[in-house]
């Protein structure tokens, strides 16, 4: 009698289909445990930034970065405390250019320093390029909007930098939520923030540099400008219920 030394067609087609059934369930999984050590990276290097801006702010005696713009300029100004240019300034989500096919909110800005700062974010020839972003309202000018110095009572309520689909932003509290995730449009600079990059969360540092990670519809409750509205029309203070919320945005929490 011959010995049998190998496996039949119908074994083999079952062992497929086995660990193919095995893929489908772990692979969920799987993709779950991947964005969740990704947004602990990327709230390990929002961590790293508060030292940066920490080390900045003592050598300018508390003061923002001073002229119009000036904010946006923070990979230059922040550069002598930072190493890992084109890691650290990247969230392990969203490391891809947009010129390079890099969608919101997974997608990251360039920028050149030739022609005296920055360019269009599409801009292939950027010198440095990223996936976070910075308050422009913080900024050492004369504007009634402005925080000028670090040294305030609503310090931790005031954010500095975090996620953000360009290197900074103006946002007011009249401007409402993107209509569909992943969409920006621009003038509103909310929808520059306002990204589902960490499962309705964006990771933050604020001006007394704690670092935590803050809901998309608590944008609307921080206080971004000395003006701004902290319970305006988005905020459930104001008045705002879930049904308000565009319908990608209705099952996150409330603030």
Known sequence: MRNRNGFTLIELLVVIAIVALLMA???PALQRVKKQAQAVA???NIKQWSYCWHMYLEESDGRFPSGDGASG???AKLRPFYRDRGKLTLCPTATKPYNDG?????GAWRWT??????TDFEDKQGEDYGSYGMDEWLSDREDENCWRTREQKKASNIPLFFDCV????YPSDTQGPPEYDGIVVLPNEMHLVCINRHKGYINTVFVDLNVRKVGLKELWTLNWHRNFNT????????GATASDWPDWM????EF
Do not use: N, Y
């Open 25 to 27: 369930i772990l692979m």
């Open 42 to 44: 990327c709230m390990s």
């Open 73 to 75: 300029d923070w990979p």
């Open 102 to 106: 890099g969608r919101v909110p997974f």
């Open 113 to 118: 320093p030739q022609g005296g700062g920055w």
């Open 166 to 169: 360009v290197w900074d932003t």
């Open 231 to 238: 319970e305006g029309t988005w905020t459930t203070a104001g």
């Open 250 to 253: 209705r099952h996150l929490k």
